[in-house]
């Protein structure tokens, strides 16, 4: 059997394409993530705009070739704006019957599926759960197929590389990339050059990835690729001029909390106990001591929000961060941190539940953990993140509101969100006004309850200042001397006066605009968090057919924007999609009495473009 | 401390809070804290580099009253709060107050790590085996057998050790004392202070509501002498009335023993001599009980050992003078960027 | 100066009151408890119908003589149904001039207060904070007076019973009762007996509390009582017939959880950590082991609530107790029962917070804690309960609730609830239809998350049931087959049926009535709890005035009842009172866009009638 | 167990339930599975009496792969739901599997208090001194300069020594194994089994991804001789590739020393004889560390006392003795009752 065989139709258009969506899918050891991030620095210097949608399995490391095993990479990138990692990949790599199985069903057909035949023995047949062989059965006629022996052909192309038959298989995923940059016509340097660097310390194993990668794009340059399939182009994106950068989620939450206490002018100690999806964010401020940060791994949740709580006491800005089940667990403490006033983050990358539920899978469900998830009234501020860029003006804006209005800030991203990256036109740091914290310092008339009586925030005291010793704790204060007090109408005064600087943090943050569309008509599209990417889309799609539907995503959840109301009243119809079954419509039904409707998928996946531009008409129709 | 400060003068009275004192009349408490201010009159560390942090419970209520910084926090969770303070501020001299349902009942995993961490925080228990706050159930610490609200048959679960669990955590300090022992205390407590790392004291505490006279089998002052031996380092561990009971390691039963010196021909030396650096010897004096022992009180263990913010200084430093903290802006444009336009 | 004097108006009308409100002060030494709780027996014994409030002091034992150191016991009886425990006393019993000074403020003018001055001493009056004796300086000219040198005359009332002096002392409780015995024409008889039982194994002290009960009660009637005073009659309330007795909320829901489990056929497993005020379940329960019931105080609240949760899962009814900041503890492993779906019931005794807040203060403001407080979509069933007795019935809807559909549910009771006491008619055990609990033990086509086609509930099996050996975790699971599964539809079928099962429960409770009023109108008065009280009193006395003003209270707050949308439809207009800043006017708001509005009081009291009433006035003037 | 029942008898295969194991390959859970499952084939408690509970971990996945009843619950939990389990129905064998961040940082309380109660489970601690399901972040059982993504510089906290942990929390049972040791691992298993009351089983399991080899220094093949001790009741403790060294008690310093028999007029006499009910014991030998010592393998502590789910349901039975259960109709009328109206 010759190492190739294609099946395509004839006749390819080889016009330029607007967007292309690739998924790279293969087992855990394959490197499939490494695979799809190469791809993605590559198009990003290609100029296109993007977004990425890296799916992790569930299992550390599950047995070779099995479905659960699947680790799987998506990248939508085009000559336009791209909002989301795409509904329907138009290309599968499918580096084993597994990844086929399992991402299949997510081609539409004439989508070009690549595979590695290599990997199709009966033995990975049967694992994956093939009856038959899916490559001969006529599973796939609906696709157009590239059958390529790649294992083999790897093999062969490392053979002179001084590598072990293992470590060579190794590289099959660079042959594979080196055959995808072809097909796009991508620069193979900047992957060399990480390879060279990556490797640094072991030549032999950069070299025969560069070996590979370099034959898999000779491969398809050469006879041996069928003669029918040429280069796409995909041209640059209209991209606001400037500096770029993928970024992850997760890093730009971290440069974004750093960059809001350098901002303040505080420390910044995080707190956390790894859980996933969050724990990336306590790896990555890990790694970034020389800015003065300390990172504290706590032996659970709840020492995590405490010993927060206790740097935010000590002075400096104590951040925690988990996941659902975890935040979940610093409830009490939060209510401490309300009832003394002290700043605290704590963020929160959502996760599909109840209970354990499905750790790598994303979902929107903890808002009303954060809006409403503690005894008491105990109003908090609360913001989401939008795509993964944005956490960095999101882990800002957190800081500002913690340090300005001493008070905990909830900031909710998602297990999408965390791990997608984008290109990102860094911003000019230059622009950011400074909010330099004010330490109290002067005992005259001084008490720890004392207000500001514009932002209702008491003074901030770092123990250590001379004169200045005092006493806080959760039990119920008096307004007008800070010590503990009973008396009926002093808590009926703190409880309004905690409330009233939490609400009053609306007249400190912009009024809410349309994201796209107008300021009113007939359906708003109200989102929040990651969501962002397929509603915008979808409404951008829909304007682009003519139709009367505007997008309105939130980043402030608590408290909601003071025109909000206003805004949203004169649109005859409110939609809400949200990754929950319906938690922000719940609070803007009881703020505005707006007849709202929620469009809701709880399915660990992000939305579809599809799916909403489905809702928008079913609404337009109504 | 990582700066060391001259002691400055202080009395107890300036450790005084303008505070009303709230606990019960005859509450142990009272005689705690006076202890304590007067040791913190002779540490000289000045009020406001002093910090205590509580929990919640009668104990708990102990920073409202002293003149320094104070943090009245959540139920259990002192430690973890100390913890992140010191993360905070390493110069603070913090002291860490808790009852025995605070520490070791919803407080013990807290508890457990900052002591293996040797978090330099100072953590007083006072130990009155009974919850005084909730008005009276039985704790982690009280004998089987009590009788109380959630027990009205007689608690069932064996109670444990304060300093059993503290040395199985990996404490590098851990000392006892008695809420009356006046003299004893200060000092012990002086000790715990200068201590690098994480102390722990036990102070048994009389809760004169709830659970009075639990400790008088070895407290009360008539029998005192023969039901506590005070351990010092390099000293004979003798006892007793006239000093002439002493504790004796039997080398084939592993086990200690009572003795009598001038008696069976045993002599002073042969009393085993207290070594607070043996982690085992501090075990075994641990488990001392009356009758059949007397309770030891006083530095059972103390060993020297890297305090845990000055190894995360330290990372700090490293990681500072291997890599530049370059500014923000440089920051973001570290790794891949590309221009696009202009 | 002779041992009383009498400053009283002339011509005092004898006439029969309809009810009387009575509150005693004292130190918390002073006994007050005892002689609240004496007086609400004899009251009921003598057919008034009535309510009581006892109001602790913070501290356990606050020095003597100090204002935080008061305790004090409201009792409000009548001649008619008594729905509080009364907004202003007519009387007030002062033991000391602490007492005097916590409660001066309550008492309108003309209010009787009867004073022992033999405590009025220089160092009391210091100590309560009197610069001048209130006595003496015009304090108390607004009020009519009863000074009594009351220590004096106890102690020479029991110099011959064989007492300390200290021991005398502390019978002057009992030589008080005697004398508002006199006043409101009581027997002294179920006292007597309540002395002798109490103090069988110290007759000496019996004696010498009843000689003084008699002292007292001789004193008023004879020639040194004012010759203007006399006693008052307040006649039998037209109670419904029926075995009655008195009964606090902490011993009503012990019984019927006990009852509801009986009902069930099941053991009872209660696991709890101490805390104010939700202790006194614990305490309840531990004294009917009995019953077979098993009670166990954990090392925290999650110990508790997972132990609650790991009884459940052996086939016992596994219920966990605390307050706010307790809960908070618990929202992770309610998660966990949730997502097993397991029976679990979680009484919270609300107390006022945020964070430790006032613990000895009632509040309702857990209502979003318990809807909503958890991370995920993960609805639960939530009640509240409305009255001391209402405790009881609560408690076996629970259990059912709980069983029947494999659910968590949370009972809502709070400070004043627990420690208050009612009159209560005996309920007819043999009315309670069993719901017998059916184990599933037939291994035919079994898997745990099979479902009854009804109530969509899953199967209960006992581990050491013969061939059921099954697995369940937090962890997502199939809905056919009951292993693990992370694929997204079927995430989205078990999210959807998790929630149509609690919605379903909607179904099987009654549809909301109208407490007092009628099925529509201008106002609706909703309520909730413990506001039950001073709502239904203050909506029948706008009635009793013509006004069109009805009163609606929930049991269940969710699910809500399937008519409430359309019932509160019918009227104008609906107010909500809560002790908390609006958390069902939210979830109504939410639900049925009506404009609900809500009357706010967080002050760590019960509302006054009055300040319902005044707030129904003004929304019936809009 | 309350109810002694004969063995059934089982096979390892009638144990393993039909769902795919998902641990990564060469994982030290296979072989602690295996070894479990020997061990419950020959205990011979019925299957549909036997019950797994864990928390949430790699080791936590345990429960899916036993053909028993399982729970598989929520990080660091297990032992109070096991308690809760054990008193709804105390005729259950109930085995806690956890991780060493499961047990041991979250968890940590819970372990305490399921230990000093002397609940009648079994906990068996795989310690790989990793958290694995989260991809590898140090835990409290990884020695000091760990790198992992959390502690990219290694970490800086003292380890806690698990075994020294359970007996300060006043576990009555305290052993430990190794995932490799096929014949002592069963063994091992099936005297916590027997032990009455709460066991404590460390396994030291390799976590083959994220920590490789990190008890290779004592469990290689090739060393093991000299760096294990097998401890055994009444036996002296003997250990070396030819069983001449030994581990003997300097009395003056009260520590242990390693000696070889034969050299410098040592002999077997001079040797510890393992008495596995001395606590004192039990702790020194939890303190040996290789290289200076090998590390101790067994029983390293067993002591009889009253389980906690006995003492429960005593107590119920003393009630009910006392107090009688009159039906609720009655129980609703006890105290003061009074009739209105008919
Ligand atoms: C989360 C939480 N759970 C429970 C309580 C109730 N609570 C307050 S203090 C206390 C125990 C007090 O006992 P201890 O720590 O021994 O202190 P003591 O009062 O005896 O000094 C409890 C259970 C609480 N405040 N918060
Ligand atoms: C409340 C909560 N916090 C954190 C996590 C994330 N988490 C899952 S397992 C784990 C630690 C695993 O380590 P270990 O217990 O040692 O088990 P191993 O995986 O090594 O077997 C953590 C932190 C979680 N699932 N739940
Ligand atoms: S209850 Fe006990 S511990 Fe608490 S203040 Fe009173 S005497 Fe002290
Ligand atoms: S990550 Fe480690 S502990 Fe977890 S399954 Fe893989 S090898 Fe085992
Ligand atoms: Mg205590
Ligand atoms: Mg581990």
């Known amino acids: 059997m010759s190492a190739v065989s294609a099946e395509l139709p004839r006749h390819i258009d080889r016009r330029e394409l607007e967007s292309v969506v690739i998924r790279f899918a293969g087992d855990s050891g394959d490197g499939v993530q490494i695979t799809g991030s190469q791809f993605t620095d590559t198009t990003a210097l290609a100029g296109n705009d993007l977004a990425t949608f890296p799916d992790f399995p569930a299992e550390i490391r599950a047995p070779a070739g099995t479905t659960f095993g699947v680790s799987a990479f998506q990248i939508n ?17 499918a580096f084993n019957p597994a990844a086929l199985k399992v991402n299949l069903s997510d081609i539409h057909p004439g989508g070009l599926i690549v595979l590695d035949t290599g990997t199709f023995s009966a033995r990975n047949l049967e694992k994956a759960g093939y009856a038959t062989n899916p490559l001969e059965d006529g599973t796939l006629t609906k696709y157009r197929t590239l059958k390529i022996d790649i294992s083999k052909l790897t093999l ?16 099959k995923n660079f042959w594979t990339l080196g055959l995808v940059y072809w097909l796009y016509g991508r620069s193979r340097q900047s992957t060399i050059d990480w390879l060279q660097r990556r490797f640094a ?21 050469t006879a041996e690729m069928p003669g029918e399939i040429s280069s796409y182009v995909v041209p640059p994106a209209p991209l606001e001029p400037g500096v770029y950068r993928n970024i992850t989620g997760t890093d730009a939450m971290a440069w974004g909390l750093l960059a809001g206490t350098q901002l303040a ?24 001591k020389q800015y003065d940060i300390v990172t504290f791994q706590a032996e659970d949740e709840i020492a995590a929000a405490c010993s927060a709580i206790g740097a935010s006491y000590g002075g400096a800005l104590g951040i925690t961060s988990s996941s659902g089940p975890g935040v979940a667990l610093k409830g009490e403490a939060i209510g401490l941190a309300i009832s003394t006033e002290l700043p605290l983050i704590v963020v929160n990358a959502q996760r599909a539940g109840p209970s354990t539920g499905m750790p790598t899978k994303t979902e929107q469900s903890d808002l009303y953990q954060a809006v409403f998830g503690r005894n008491a009234d105990s109003p908090v501020a609360v913001l989401a993140a939008r795509s993964p860029a944005d956490c960095f003006e999101v882990g800002i804006e957190a800081v500002r509101i913690a340090t300005k209005y001493m008070t905990p800030v909830i900031v909710l991203t998602d297990g999408y969100i965390v791990n997608a990256a984008e290109p990102w036109r860094i911003p000019d740091m230059g622009a950011y006004e400074p909010f330099p914290v004010q330490f109290r310092t002067d005992p005259e008339g001084f008490h720890p309850f004392l207000r500001d009586p514009e932002t209702l925030a008491r003074p901030w005291v770092k123990p250590g200042t001379p004169e200045m010793m005092h006493r806080i704790g959760g039990i119920e204060k008096s307004f007008s001397s800070g010590h503990i007090s009973y008396d009926p109408e002093n808590h009926q005064k703190m409880t309004d006066v905690r409330a009233a600087k939490i609400d009053g943090i609306a007249n400190d943050i912009p009024l809410q605009t349309v994201e796209d569309g107008t300021e009113g008509g007939a359906l708003a599209v109200v989102g929040w968090g990651s969501t962002y ?90 | 401390m990582t700066v060391q400060q001259a002691p400055v003068a202080l009395t107890a009275k300036e450790l005084t809070s303008d505070q009303e004192v709230r606990w019960c009349p005859g509450c142990g408490d009272y005689a705690i804290i006076k202890a304590v201010r007067s040791a913190l009159a002779e540490i000289g560390t ?9 929990g919640i419970g009668c104990a708990a209520r102990f920073p409202y009253y002293m003149a320094t910084y104070g943090f009245h926090t959540i139920h259990g969770r002192a430690p973890a709060i100390a913890t992140g303070l010191k993360l905070a501020n390493p110069e603070l001299d913090i002291w860490v107050v808790t009852g025995d349902g605070d520490c070791l009942s919803i407080g013990g995993n807290h508890t457990l790590h900052v002591l293996r961490r040797n978090v330099d925080v100072n953590v007083l228990l006072f130990n009155n085996a009974i919850y005084g706050l909730t008005k009276g159930q039985y704790s982690p610490t009280s004998r089987v057998g009590t009788k109380s609200p959630s027990t009205p048959m007689g608690s069932i679960d064996n109670p444990v050790s304060a300093v059993e669990f503290a040395l199985g955590c990996g404490a590098r300090f851990v000392a006892r004392s008695v809420d009356t022992l006046q003299k004893h205390l200060p000092v012990v407590m002086k000790r715990a202070h200068a201590h690098k790392g994480a102390s722990f004291v036990e102070i048994f505490q009389n809760c004169i509501v ?12 008539e029998i005192a002498a023969d039901t506590q031996v005070f351990v010092e380092h390099g000293k004979p561990l003798l006892f007793g009335k006239d000093n002439d009971k002493g504790i004796r390691l039997n080398t084939s039963t592993l086990k200690l023993e009572v003795v009598k010196v001038g008696e069976n021909g045993v002599t002073v030396g042969d009393i085993l001599v207290h070594d607070e650096t043996n982690k085992v010897l501090a075990t075994l004096l641990a488990q001392m009980q009356p009758p059949s022992f007397p309770v030891a009180l006083g530095v059972l263990y103390a060993e020297e050992g890297l305090d845990y913010t000055t190894a995360v200084y330290a ?16 920051l973001l444009r570290s790794g891949h960027t590309w221009r696009v336009g202009v």
């Open chain 2, 210 to 221: 709830y659970n009075d006279g639990a400790f008088a089998h070895f407290t009360d002052r």
């Open chain 1, 77 to 93: 990138f085009g000559a336009r704006s791209i909002a989301t990692a795409g509904d329907a990949p138009d290309v599968l790599v």
């Open chain 1, 156 to 171: 062969e192309a490392v053979k002179e590389m001084g590598v072990s038959s293992k470590e060579g298989l190794r590289c």
């Open chain 2, 315 to 330: 990372q700090v430093a490293a990681a500072k003078s291997k890599k530049k903290a370059v500014p923000m802006a440089e």
């Open chain 2, 46 to 54: 000045p009020r406001d580099r002093t910090v205590f942090v509580s």
């Open chain 1, 265 to 288: 002018g505080i420390k910044l100690v995080f707190c956390s106990y790894p859980i996933t999806p969050a724990s990336s964010l306590l790896h990555a401020l890990a790694n970034l």
């Open chain 1, 201 to 221: 310390s072991r030549p032999e194993i950069a070299n025969a990835n560069i070996a590979a990668l370099n034959a898999g794009h000779a491969f398809a340059e």
């Open chain 1, 533 to 622: 990417g397929p509603i915008s889309r979808a409404v951008g799609n829909l304007r682009a057919e003519g139709e009367d539907v505007s997008h309105v995503h939130l980043r402030h959840i608590w408290p909601l924007p003071r025109n909000l109301g206003d805004l949203l009243g004169k649109f005859d119809r409110v939609l809400v999609p949200e990754m929950n079954s319906g938690q922000l419509v719940t609070l803007l039904r009881a703020q505005y009495l707006l007849p709202a409707e929620g469009l809701n998928q709880i399915s660990g996946k992000p939305f579809k473009i599809s799916t909403i531009e489905a809702a928008i008409r079913e609404q337009l129709e109504k």
